[in-house]
């Protein structure tokens, strides 16, 4: 366990006496002891594995050991095209696999770059700056406004400090730290009197004793979660691997059936093996693993396009599968910006800054007045404008809301805080609760202006501005006020008073004191506002199927009014934080987990267990997230997808960057996913019907003492030709509309699923068993077992051509609206007909092939035979839309009544 958890519930003078240490810091031989006990301030070098291992081991898969097996076959038979076909096609794959392995590396790379940086530190009581590696337990340090923090530490003073630690803890206001004890049950969003390493000081200073360094920091126990925690092999791999399983066993059953009939038979033994290796070959769908990766390397690019960049060949696939989206709040469904979006005023109600409550004629007064105030008291700065650089304002997350919210209604910093410079300041602080300012006005006296808590601010107030004079802050209008404040605290807003007073040109200095009869101006609610759009964006999701749970580690309140706010119908219920969370083991999580839609004040830890109680469901899991404190659970879900401005741990960790942060291009991208599945289905649906035909057709001519309808050498040509070129067009097939209308796939739904299986079997069946009786009358007929044996060679090269038409959609009959959206089929097509007459009518390849030229008999048979064909294939189809159409319309009305009910 962390030692760190100890401190927080410790005094600072406790805090340094357990670790050993004083205001004076720790003598340079003390501090040379501990760094030689507990090591350099940085996460562990893994031992690095071998580029040679990482890729021969993407050897051990059962897929490529059947291809590698049908490659053997192919050379054994001097078909060396084919082999090196099938080789080029293990050899892409295996460099696929190889990228993939060497994302964690670049992940703990990226996790220690974090704390590559300087430090000043009191030692021996001298100050001096000293890498950051240096730093061991017990070391005083101090930071400043800007600084990144090197450890973690236990805080001994704090002047106005505030952090933003949001790549940890995922809060996106900024933490006000301080230095009283805290209780024990304080979880890590919460811990004021500490700061973590990482996390930067955007206001105020503070000096600390370092508690924890290294691994042993919260950022170190984020990388030791990253370094433990398993990559999830994708579901299109289990798919794959699964289906390359089944159909080898298949392919070996049926070899040693042939051989031993054919044996049986009388067959020679040559004769018959080398049907059998080249039945197995034309079985083994050798073009799988190269019309895959094109799938996926398509859909890479096409997903590019939508603004999502797929890291790895896989991700693009299961990012289509996902039925449940963890998403991180802030950045995501947030912009993750603190801005000023209502300004109540004593006449006034501005809801975003345009939507005005009127109650007097004017209105743009006031609005300006309350933003002067929360421009000149404020410390935050504009450090780069110009016409070139777009401005960039520095501070904490709540005074650079007032700021850019001031310039963008066209007011100047600069020109106020020159027409009113400031004399003396009040810094804000937890105890007093507001800041106050004093300036010289341009009308010769001074001015006193303070922001701070609403109840603090109005408590301080006896008059009120209306327009521009002021009255009487009498009972009723605080009344208004307050519920107003309440109402706004209630939908998670951040509340900030704003109030002013004249005093006279003497006065000089400012004290708690003088902010006493002050004039009540109104105040602001700040937040940080949803991204454009994302409301629409969660009902796309819910139609298409795919749950989304919000994870954060804002507050409860703040969390809840986001939810709703974005369209979520949640209870109380349905909402956990990281005490419950805390409290819970992983089984009872798993067993409450779809009821829950929201999680708040979650920890790293928290985000691993709420992704593994969604996978133990049978979920395929997508989490979104920017920040260090997300990787985990990044590499942990089944698809980890960043934002393109988070840190550089959460993008090399995720699988999907999204380069417009929009939370809109993840469904584009579930979209183009859903695509790439269907059309890898398309395509083993097309050559497992064309493979087994085959096998079919050679079985019964093996039981039935014929000759073999069909050479090992037209076999082959066949495989390359009819599942070839066409193979290959409809890897460019566009996808479907109706893919977001459909509920997710199972996790367990195999490539193949029952209809398909269904489909291929009366395909292969009607096709082969229907080319069997071609042959016998052909033979039987004329006597000639060449011609009888080109027939059927026309004949299933003919029927792989034309069916490849129907076996693209299954949604929609052959001839439907979108027939034209792939042109490349078409010429695919046309390119192996063309091959296909070659074999039949070229002396060459005749003599190749054993073929001999058809007259119009034949082909007036071969085209009757296959239109037939087409016709059972379309009927079947017809029927598979009809029960698909009534299954899906009964699922979206159950869930319809399911969400209503939730509501």
């Not at 027939?819 to 296909?836: E, H, K, M, R, Y």
Request: aromatic share 8%.
């Amino acid at each position: 366990m962390n030692t760190e958890k100890h401190f927080y519930i410790l005094t600072s003078a406790e805090a340094c006496s357990a670790l050993h240490t004083s205001a004076n810091g720790l003598s340079p031989h003390e501090a040379e002891k501990r760094f030689t006990h507990i090591g350099p301030n940085q996460l562990p070098q893994a031992k690095r594995v071998s580029v040679f291992v990482l890729f021969f081991k993407q050897f051990a898969n059962f897929l490529i050991g059947i291809l590698l097996l049908a490659a053997a076959v192919s050379f054994a038979l001097h078909d060396a095209t084919d082999a090196y076909i099938i080789l080029a096609a293990v050899l892409l794959n295996v460099l696929v696999g190889f990228l993939q392995e060497q994302k964690a590396e670049r992940a703990l790379e990226s996790l220690r770059t974090v704390i590559t940086m300087q430090a000043k530190v009191i030692r021996a009581g001298k100050e001096d700056f000293i890498d950051a590696k240096k730093l061991v337990p017990g070391d005083i340090i101090f930071l400043d406004a800007g600084d990144k923090v090197p450890a973690d530490a236990r805080l001994l003073e704090a002047i106005e400090l505030e952090l933003n630690e949001a790549a940890l803890t995922g809060e996106s206001m900024a933490i006000v730290k301080q230095v009283a004890q805290l209780d024990a049950n304080t979880t890590l969003a919460d811990r004021t009197n500490m700061v973590y390493t990482g996390t930067v000081v955007t206001k105020g200073s503070g000096k600390a004793v370092v508690t924890a360094t290294g691994l042993y920091t919260e950022i170190g126990r984020v990388a030791e979660l990253l370094a433990h925690t398993k990559q999830q092999a994708t579901p299109l791999q289990k798919r794959l691997d699964s289906f390359a399983r089944q159909i080898g066993s298949i392919v070996v059953a049926i070899c040693i059936g042939i051989v031993l009939i054919g044996l049986l038979k009388g067959e020679p033994f040559v004769h018959i093996f080398t049907t059998a290796v080249a039945v197995a070959v034309s079985a083994i769908p050798e073009g799988l693993v190269v019309s895959v990766t094109i799938i996926l390397a398509i859909g890479m690019q096409r997903i590019l396009k939508r603004h999502a960049l797929v890291r790895n060949l896989q991700a693009a696939e299961t990012l289509g599968s996902t039925s449940v989206i963890c998403t991180d709040k802030t950045g995501t469904i947030t912009e993750g910006n603190m801005q000023i979006v209502s300004l109540v005023t004593h006449d006034y109600h501005f809801k975003q800054l345009h939507e005005v409550e009127r109650h007097e004629p004017e209105g743009l007064e006031e609005l300006v007045f309350a933003f002067n105030i929360g421009m000149l008291c404020n410390d935050a700065h504009v450090v780069a404008a110009s016409a070139m650089q777009e401005a960039v304002v520095v501070g904490n997350f709540t005074e650079r809301a007032f700021l850019l919210g001031g310039m963008n209604l066209g007011l100047s910093p600069e020109v106020l805080r020159e027409s009113e410079p400031r004399l003396a300041s009040i810094p804000f602080n937890s105890k007093i609760k507001f800041m106050a300012t004093l300036h010289q006005h341009p009308h010769s006296h001074r001015r006193i202006y303070v922001k701070g808590a609403p109840e603090k601010v109005i408590e301080m107030c006896t008059h009120i501005r209306t327009g521009a004079s002021q009255k009487r802050f009498m009972a009723p209008a605080r009344k208004k006020f307050e519920e107003r404040f309440e109402e706004y605290s209630q939908q998670g807003l951040r509340i900030l008073a704003l109030a002013y007073k004249d005093v006279p040109q003497k006065q000089t200095t400012l004290t708690p004191e003088d902010c006493a009869e002050m004039t009540f101006v109104g105040f602001v609610g700040i937040k940080d506002p949803l991204r454009p759009n994302i409301a629409e964006t969660f009902a796309r999701t819910q139609q298409a199927g795919i749950r989304t749970i919000m994870i954060t580690g804002d507050h409860r309140f703040t969390a809840t009014a986001i939810a709703r706010e974005v369209g979520f119908a949640i209870s109380d219920e349905q909402i956990l934080d990281g005490e419950q969370l805390h409290n819970m083991t992983q089984e009872e999580l798993n067993a409450v987990v779809e009821k829950i839609h929201v999680y708040a004040r979650v920890s790293p830890e928290d985000k691993l267990n709420i992704i593994r109680a969604w996978q133990s469901r049978g979920a395929i899991v997508a989490m979104t997230g920017d920040g260090v404190n997300d990787s985990p659970a990044l590499k942990a879900a089944d698809i980890g997808v960043a934002l393109g401005s988070g840190t550089d741990v959460a993008k090399e960790t995720a699988d999907i960057v999204l380069l417009d942060d929009q939370y809109a291009t993840i469904v584009a991208a579930i979209e183009e996913g859903r695509g790439i599945f269907d059309n890898i289905r398309k395509i083993v649906l097309y050559l497992l019907s064309d493979s087994f035909s085959e096998v079919l057709l050679i079985g019964l001519a093996l039981l039935t003492g014929i000759p073999l309808p069909l050479t090992a050498a037209q076999i082959l040509w066949i495989n390359l030709v009819a599942d070839g070129l066409p193979n290959v067009a409809l890897t460019v097939e566009a996808k479907e509309p109706e893919l977001m209308k459909e509920p997710p796939r199972p996790a367990t739904e195999p490539i193949m699923n029952n209809e398909m299986k269904l489909l291929a079997l009366i395909i292969s069946f009607v096709t082969g068993v229907g080319n069997f009786f071609v042959f016998l009358y052909f033979w039987r007929t004329t006597g000639n077992l060449e011609l009888a044996r080109s027939v059927v060679f026309a004949t299933l090269a003919v029927d792989s051509l034309l069916y490849v038409f129907s076996v693209r959609s299954l949604r929609h009959p052959i001839f439907h609206r979108h027939f034209f959206t792939n042109p490349w089929l078409f010429v695919a097509v046309s390119a192996a007909a063309g091959i296909q007459l070659a074999a039949l009518y070229v002396p060459f390849l005749q003599r190749l092939l054993n073929t001999v030229a058809l007259g119009t008999q034949e082909w007036s048979i071969i085209i009757v035979v296959s239109l037939v064909v087409i016709a059972i294939i379309e009927i079947i189809k017809y029927s598979f839309i009809i029960r698909n159409n009534r299954r899906y319309e009964h699922q979206r009305t159950t869930d319809i009544r399911s969400e209503t009910t939730v509501a």
